[in-house]
Structures are given as C-alpha cells and as structure tokens.
C-alpha cells in the first residue's frame, strides 16, 4: 500500500510546485503590468500638471526619493484602509450582548437616552369612557314652521341661510279657506249685533208689559249664542294666523284679505325650506326650519353596560375630527332614564356653545365622559407596546438589560391605564420608549 502511495505523494508533489511556479510568474507579471501602468499614468498626470501648474510639479521633482515612493504607494493605502472601513474593523461601539432570551433586550448607552425609567405605582385613576355621536340642534331653540291655511304658495320671502327675527314674514299663501272664515266672522259679528239690539228692545218692551219673560229670556239666549259665535269666529281667525289688529280692522272695514302670512315663530338662521312658488300646502305640511345655532347638542349613545358611569353634571370632553379633533370641554347635561330596546343604549347630552359658527349640526363627534377617581396600579401608555394581540411592558432587570413580559390592562384614562395582571407595586420599568425597546429586540433577534 505504501509503495502505491509514495509514488502519487511525488506527483502531487511536482504538480504543486510547479502550480506555485505559475502562480509566482503570472503574479510576478501582473504585479510588473499593474506598476507599469501606474507608472504611466502618473507620467501623464506629471505632463499635465508640468504644462498648466509648473511650479508644483518642481518642487515634487525637487522632493527625495523616499516622498516619491510614498506617493507611488498612496492609492494602495487608500484601497486598503476604505476596504478594512467596510468591513467595520475600525469600529470602536460598544458590541451589543448576545442573549438567548428572544424577549430580552440589551442597550448600550446611547440607546438609553432614547428611554425613561420608572416603577409601577398606585396613583388616582379617572376612567374615561368614550363614545361616538352627533352635532343636533338645541331642540329648545328650533322651529318647524308650517301653514295655518289651506291654499296656495304665491310669494317666497326667505332662503336658507338668511337670520330673520321674530315675527318676521317669511311666505305668503293665497288661501280661500281664510276667506270664508272671514266672511264667516263678519257674519257671526252681524248676527252678534243684531241679536244683541233685538236682546235690549226685548229688555224695553218687557218693562212696558208689552211682551212676556219668555220671549226677553228667548232673545237673550240668543243674544249670548250669537256672541259666543262671533268669539269662536274670532279665534278661528287667529289659528289661521291673523293677529288681533287685523282682525280688528277687518270689523271695522269689513274687506276681506285671501293673503296668510307664513311667520317665523323664533329669531335665528333658516337652515331648511320645503316649499316653492305655486305649491299647494296644508296646516299639517312643515314649510319651514328656523334654529338658534349659538348653542348646540351633542348627542351619543353609550352601551347599557357603562350608563352606570355616567351622571347629570360631570365632567365630559367632545372631539370633532372635521375641526381637526378640536376639544371642547363640558358638562353632561342629560342622561335617559331608558335604554333603547333595539339598540341597547342609552342616550348622553351635551349643550355645546357655538359663538362663532365653527360647530355644525350632523357633524361626527367622539364623547369623553370621565368617571370618579379610584386608586388604582396603573402604568403610563408610553410604557405600552402592542404584540401578537396582546400589550407588553419592559421590565429592567439590570443596567443594560430590559424583559417585555406580557400584561393584561384596563381602558386607558387620562394618559394611564390601570393594571388587571402581569406587573407588582414597585417594579421597575420603561415608562417612556417602550416603542424604541422593541424595534431594538427585533432587530437583535434578525441579527441586524
């Protein structure tokens, strides 16, 4: 076996050397073609510089040998500093630890500054109980204005968006059902007087003896009936949307007018109208929409689960997305006494002032009701990361070291959420920069 071997021992052997002779020539020759080429490079670099900056290239010619062999080898410096520099050999950071633990992060000091320390402590807690809701109008200061008549739309004194005052016109109808109830009126107010002259000639002829005590009680009954008529007339009237003066006047003039003012019940801003020219309209038809807008109601419904939470006079916030979640603080001004059965909710109210018109109604808006402090083990949301689902906090467990352990917290209030399980009183932990420590242990554990 020993002399088959010997013999292939010697061939590699021969091989090798005469591999390394071929490697030792090509370098040889690669090393001579690299420095030739270099070399003449620089000698048109040094007729370049000779033609347009002399001066330089005299004193370089005047410079000793040793200076110009230590420019030669200057860009081979600068390769081979720029390559040990991309392999981070001259790094000099602080090496991070290797930990086997995927929830346990290492810092090194300029990380730390990223992060703020605390323990986890008792502290007053203020439950805040969101809810979605709505901008409505103030229902005590909103009129839906109808017609009092029957009859027919012939002139449009009003648009949307136009304040009016009380009492100010805002249609007017054609209506011949205010006519008859005129002529009935000045009928009823005939008959009213003439009863009433027949009543007084029964008085004069019953004291002569001319008639009997029937017939002047028979003409005073119907003295007081037709009287009672002409009130009922009167009224009539005034449902249909007369005042007394011009009731007045139309007993004293006795003319007849087929036009019914449409009259805005309340001062503010005309935000609806649903008539036109030539409509026909009815009493029950609402024509109208007159609302105060400097105070408004913001309205939500809360789950019959938190109504207990809430009560008449506490404290409560309101943020409106389309006001760039402006927060507009306030008192809870009403709570049902019922939950709706289909919904299963209960309805919240807060009276918002609304002074300068940046608050409109059908705006989305989000309720902020603050409960009654408790004291409870609470930690700040900063300390809080979400994973998997679940929220985490990192604990310190030495100078450079932090653990996130999962924990089971309640609904935050007030930058705080309460702690159901997972942490102790007194335990020390990142308060702020919870977010930077796990971008960290991630990239630890993808060895980046």
């Known amino acids: 076996m020993k002399e088959k071997i010997t013999p292939f021992l010697q061939w590699l052997g021969h091989w090798q050397k005469a591999l390394m002779g071929q490697v030792k020539r090509y370098s040889k020759e690669w090393f001579e073609q690299v420095v030739q080429t270099q070399s003449h490079y620089y000698q048109i670099i040094h007729d370049w510089l000779g033609t347009y900056v002399p001066s330089v290239i005299q004193r370089y010619d005047a410079a000793p040998h040793q200076i110009k062999k230590g420019l030669f080898f200057l860009p081979w410096l600068v390769l081979f500093v720029s390559t040990l520099n991309y392999f981070n050999v001259f790094d000099r950071g602080s090496t991070i630890k290797s930990v086997q633990d995927p929830n346990v992060v290492v810092v090194n000091q300029d990380f730390r500054k990223m992060i703020a320390d605390g323990k986890v402590q008792i502290a007053p807690f203020v439950e805040e109980l969101r809810a979605s809701g709505r901008i ?17 739309v012939s002139e449009i004194l009003a648009v949307p968006g136009q304040v009016v005052k009380q009492g100010d016109v805002l249609a007017k109808i054609t209506s011949t059902e205010l006519t008859q109830s005129q002529l009935a009126y000045l009928k009823a107010k005939s008959a009213s007087q003439l009863a009433d002259q027949a009543a007084n000639r029964a008085k004069i002829l019953y004291k002569e003896d001319v008639i009997a005590l029937a017939e002047l009680q028979k003409r005073e009954a119907e003295s007081s009936s037709a009287k009672a008529e002409y009130r009922a007339a009167n009224d009539q009237l005034r449902v249909q949307g007369m005042d007394q003066a011009s009731i007045d006047r139309l007993a004293k003039s006795g003319v007849i007018e087929s036009i019914n003012n449409v009259i805005a019940t309340i001062p503010g801003e005309i935000v609806e109208r649903k008539i036109n020219k030539g409509q026909v309209v009815q009493p029950a038809d609402a024509l109208f929409t007159v609302a105060d807008l ?72 989000t309720m902020l009701i603050e409960s009654q402090s408790i004291d409870k083990l609470v930690v700040p949301v900063g300390a809080v990361v979400r994973e998997d689902n679940h929220d985490h906090v990192f604990v310190r467990i030495d100078d450079d070291l932090y653990r996130m352990v999962p924990v089971k917290l309640g609904v935050e209030g007030r930058g705080y959420r309460p702690v159901i399980s997972g942490l102790k009183e007194g335990q020390e932990i990142a308060i702020d920069g919870a977010y930077h420590l796990n971008t960290e242990r991630k990239r630890q554990l993808s060895g980046g």
Request: proline share 6%; glycine share 6%; net charge positive.
């Open 136 to 152: 409505d109008f103030n229902e005590l200061f909103l009129s839906r204005i109808g017609a009092n008549v029957t009859g027919r």
């Open 294 to 365: 400097s105070t408004l109601w913001a309205i939500s419904e809360v789950p019959e689960s938190n109504s207990y939470l809430i009560r008449k006079g506490q404290k409560a916030s309101l943020l409106i997305p389309a006001l760039r979640n402006q927060e507009i603080e306030g008192t809870v001004a009403h709570v049902d006494s019922i939950v709706n059965p289909q919904t299963r909710t209960v309805v919240v109210r807060m009276e918002l002032p609304n002074k300068e018109g940046l608050i409109k109604p059908g705006m989305l808006a």
